[in-house]
């Protein structure tokens, strides 16, 4: 049927703002609506009303009953890295005894070792994998994801992996931004030669994406031991002048000028930020840039540290939240659970949280316009999940408490599957 009514929702609950993002204490602003119903327009994809029944009902339509669930935006989530092959179990052991992440990579290990099974393992066996992953998120309630690159590491195969992102597209109804992250790592053929590296990207693989239309963004992973704020320059300002988005790791673990190289090019947004420091967090508190922090990778790392996600909202920085899912960092891709160890860990509100899972996660990806938000017009992508009280979307946590997700006005989860 075309339409789609929504009813008996407990609360549905979003953002207040449509689409702008929010800074300070407006972070917090939500809107909370009972006994209304939403309509949605499944030929557009789009929500129509929100209201009485009266006044949204149309005709032929099917009804939705969400009785006992809480109505949110899709979680968005702006960082991850999906597609991989193998394991690094192995390291989750040794770091259980004390060794560090940095230590693990700069001895061979951690995305050296990923990029060394990944370039073995078949297209179809990746695309299997990945998209089990992607279905997962989905059914955890992550209706649009940012997905990167980055297990490749050579022009072949960094760009088989941009290929292989947009048959994902295909497999998975998640929507999909596929970044370029060639410069994750240094791979082994050019270790002592990362000059020579940075060229292959800016010289050779960035044009060939850009003509070619293959990836939405380009990432670097600035930090010291991996790409410096001189080589990341290079390469984020070609990806800029050919017309690709741009956005960082940055800071990550200690202070690597990473932040104030992502405001002065006005990157969509920098990440992780664990090692951000004062002058930089007020840096970014004055610009665009979006703050993409990501808890559950201090958590699986075993860090004491977070991002300093009050000081940044405080003061006016927007904070989204992600999962950074990826092959050995963080193997958690639940929002859910980025969520909760965003209160209990960044210490920040359930609404910031919503807020930082929703729409700043579709601004740090340009897309606000269009999702993260619940409001007439938007593209209808809904979660339902269990509760009467929003508040408990977070307070659960190692569970999942979604009953249906809704993308473009389609099921695409139902209870139990
Ligand atoms: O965001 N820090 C760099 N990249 C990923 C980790 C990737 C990996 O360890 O395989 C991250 O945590
Ligand atoms: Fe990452």
Redesign the pocket.
Known sequence: MRFLVLVNAEQIITPASPSEPQRGSDMQKIQIWQNQCISIDRQTGKILKIGSWKEVKVSKSEILDAKGTIVLPGFIDSHT?PLYSGSRVDEFLLRAEGKTYMEILKTGG??LK?VQETRKASDEELLNKSSKILFSMLHHGTTTLEAKTGYGLSEKEEIRQLKLLRQLKRRVPLEIFATFLGA?AIPKEYSKKTSAYVRLITEKILPFISEKKLAHFCDV?CEKGVFSVQQSKKILEKAKNLGIGIRL?AD?FEPSGGTKLGVALNAYSVD?LMGITEKEISLLAHSKTAAVLLPC?SLFLGKELYAPARSLIDRGAIVALAT?F?????LCFSMQMAGSLGVLKLKMKPEEVLTAATLHGAYALGVSQKIGSIHPGKQADLILLEGKDYRETFYYFGTNQIKQVIKKGRNVKTNGS
């Open positions: 890295h951690g995305i990923t994750h992973f790791h990550e992780h990778t950074d990826n092959a050995g960092s963080n």
